[in-house]
């Protein structure tokens, strides 16, 4: 084999082949770790609504403007996150500007909304309130799993609903794979212009946030290679059955979890990091609001952004009205209601408080080592698999 066809290989393993779902999870919270060490916790929905309170701020609904985006920790994990998908879609000829039809362009909208508001309620969405949760040792990450296997119940039994009684036909795709290699170089540039501006800034946070961004770029990259998704892990199982997404889902909260712990063990990270007031109904409820809309929108809070790197327009309304609906909601709930401090939604709850860090970690591996088995066991039986 010649130097050309190995260089060839490597590209087409690295850049072109779908890494599988277990895979992508197990890099993805080699990742997530690596950021918890670096910086801070991995998180979607504070950015977005950082790019909401923007539009609010521009319209003139709030009189004080927020943090720049671009020096924002978390709208920076979102844009890495969104570079690296991008990245990933135009090296492998995926990346097209995908228009769909009117009515999933209203379900994008009205998705969108309802995320805003599910992800308010529990203080993040599949991300923050669920995943980065449970691995930051909250109780409130068990609530919101509770929650959102209820709303993606929802979610399927609506999806079944409209299959019978509407016709979503039409929409259009612009093919840009021509130009799709010359896309991802400018977005490899970008991305490496961004982390040396971030690394030569004499800002404090400037290096922090460089390596945020390209460690979140890998994040990007991983998901969008193995096509990493938990709208289809808590989906398929009741639509067809499916698990191994689900499978890989559980994993990489596994491994998460187990590094995290480590880390503030170590003291790298305060143990309340992460661990918001929302134990138990703003993440139970949130999470129903959440796991329903997030089907319909056919991307959670991550996958819709790594989604919008591909060129999915719905994806690109339903992060608009999501972040719209998230900032001026929590405005609402942080500022004029201060439900927090009321305790209306709940309390923050540290699970190795109660059980030690030995029995909070033990606790979160058996309920994620039975949805497992669960979901394995489905896909050989069906047993939960909800038909037409």
């Not at 990493?228 to 499978?247: D, H, W, Y």
């Amino acid at each position: 084999m010649s130097l050309k066809d190995s260089l060839k290989e490597l590209y087409q393993s690295i850049f072109k082949a779908h890494y599988s779902p277990i895979a992508g999870g197990i890099l993805l919270a080699l990742f997530v770790i690596l950021l918890e060490m670096w910086y801070r916790p991995w998180g979607i929905v504070g950015g977005l609504r950082n790019w909401g309170e923007w539009i609010l701020y521009g319209i003139g609904f709030l009189e004080e403007a927020p943090p720049h985006p671009l020096w924002f920790s978390s709208s920076v994990l979102n844009i890495g996150l969104i570079l690296g998908a991008f990245i990933s879609a135009t090296m492998a000829q995926e990346f097209g500007l995908r228009i769909p039809p009117k009515l999933e362009i209203i379900k994008g909208i009205v998705a969108g909304i309802l995320m805003g508001i599910g992800s308010a309620l529990a203080q993040g969405c599949n991300i923050g309130g669920f995943y980065m949760a449970i691995a930051n040792l909250s109780a409130s990450g068990i609530a919101m799993m509770v929650g959102l296997i209820a709303g993606v119940f929802i979610g399927v039994k609506y999806l079944l609903w409209e299959i019978e009684r509407f016709a979503s036909t039409g929409g259009v795709e612009i093919s840009t794979k021509k130009i799709n290699p010359i896309l991802g170089i400018v977005g490899l540039i970008v991305l490496f212009a961004g982390v040396s501006c971030y690394f030569g800034s004499e800002r404090e946070e400037g290096a922090l946030l460089g390596g945020a961004l390209l460690i979140t770029a890998g994040i990007g990259f991983v998901m969008h290679r193995s096509r990493f998704c938990i709208v289809n892990s808590f989906r398929e199982p009741f639509l067809s059955g499916e698990a191994s997404m689900a499978r890989g889902v559980a994993i990489s909260i596994l491994i998460a979890t187990l590094g995290i712990m480590f880390i503030k063990l170590a003291g790298i990270r305060e143990p309340m990091t992460y661990v918001t007031p929302t134990f138990v109904w703003g993440a139970l409820i949130g999470g129903v609001i959440f796991g329903a809309a997030m089907v319909v929108a056919g991307g959670c809070g991550s996958g819709s952004l790594w989604r919008v790197a591909e060129g999915q327009v719905k994806l690109m309304i339903v992060v608009v009205f999501f972040a719209l609906t998230n900032a001026i909601l929590r405005y609402y709930l942080d500022n004029v209601w201060e439900v927090w401090d009321k305790g209306w939604l709940g309390t923050a709850v540290y699970l190795p408080d109660l059980l030690g860090y030995a029995g909070a970690f033990i606790l979160l591996a058996v309920i994620i080592l039975l949805w497992y088995i669960i979901v394995d066991w489905n896909e050989k039986t069906e047993k939960f698999v909800i038909g037409l």
